[in-house]
């Protein structure tokens, strides 16, 4: 022994919980949360397509953009706060998706800006 | 449905999408009706269909989700469950597109039974030739030169009707808002724009080439070359592939419309919806319109339809259709959750299912 020993990747790298609404946790196998790894939110989400293929579409769109009802809050700061999807992350961060409360104009209280509302019309 | 999760032979079945799920209701007899929830419950149904080509009973519906995306989903035991493509629509990341909504699904000709097409906002013609396992992009209509000047209607750039000639294989038309109709006589290699008359009233040029705001058309069973259109300004009818258009609004009350249907025992019969500015009944009498003779005069049709002052129903372009049993059924969805049914090609109407989300579309087909 040489007192060294193999290490997984993964396990060098900025180790994430990340906590699913409900509508999503059939794409991860039913789990409420799970545990992934990545420095950035993006990739984090990268990391998760690999794992749960078709995941990242549910979240974003193809382009990469972030789809406008879902929100990622880090640590309970949204990122659109920080640096979205750029947003770097600590070790053992937590991530928390959930999708909009939406149904009504709304300003929001923090920057004044009218958040994103549902469309109804489809016609 | 039976204990084997299918509907026996000759059931009169009505998928109707709403904007809260999936719902069948079925019939035995176009009498009594029963109401059944699925598995595509919660999201923004645009749109499902059943293909019965080959012996197959897959539904295909437009799952629209509020949130986590817009998805493609077939079911092959009447959305008891539901599955996934393997390659759904999605652009490619380099294309910079995204896709919104998808509008609409049609299985293709009778004699290409994988085949099965998609109507999409961005405006958009994706077809699948593995009975939607893998979905490809037209690149004919995605690349077609004008496609930068096109602009969307009030739902968006939407791409929500196709029809696909089953009387010659390489001809086939789009309706895109509010581009207007196009047509493929190559196999969907190139696509030239077949709106000559049609009005565009909120254009400075009130017949452009292109601009139209078409709501609907549909393709006469027996004479191919002969079409209907309710558009944003008119009722109109080709005689010739939509080279040129007629207009057929005659006595009706109001040129803004959605839906058109028509009885494919009597195509001359041809039903539809005209609304005022506000997207309701022109005025307190719910109406469904009926021409038996091409176009020429219209009817309006009214017997077990409700009226009164505070009767103000909205239909949108999905939201009618006909079965193909003779006498012709007629069904209409409303955007206050009433599904309305004629078992008499219009003569009078039951309604057949009440309560449910607002009804974005009605599609109806007699079990193989």
Redesign the interface.
Known sequence: MDGSKSLDPRESATRVQVHLPYALRATVGNQASVTSHGPTVRAVIDALEHEYPGLRFHLCYETGELRPFVNIFLNRVHIRYLEGLDTPLPHDAVLHILPSVAGGSHTNPIDGNSTHVQQEVIS | MNAHGTYPKGTTLVLVGTKRGLFLLSSPDRKTWEVNNTALRGN?I?FATLDQRQGSQRIFAADN?????TFLRYSDDFVQTWQ?PEQGI????E?????I?IWTIEPGRPDEPGTVYAGIDPASLWVSTDGGQHWSINTGLANHPTRSQWNP???GLCLHTIVADPSNSDRMWVGISAVGCMRSDDGGQSWVFANKNTRADFQPDKYPEFGQCI?RFIQHPSQPDVLYQQNHCGIYKSLNAGDDWIDIQHELPSDFG?PIALDVHNPDTVFVIVENES?NNVNDQFTVYRTSNGGESWRSMTEGLPSGHGVRLGV??HGMCSDTLDPCGVYVGTNTGQVFASRDRGETWNLIADFLPSV?SVQAFVIE
């Open positions: 923004r645009f989700g509020d949130f986590f995306g996934d999605q652009f490619s990341p294309s910079g597109e995204k896709l909504n209607g009030a739902g709501h959605f997207r949108l372009r974005y």
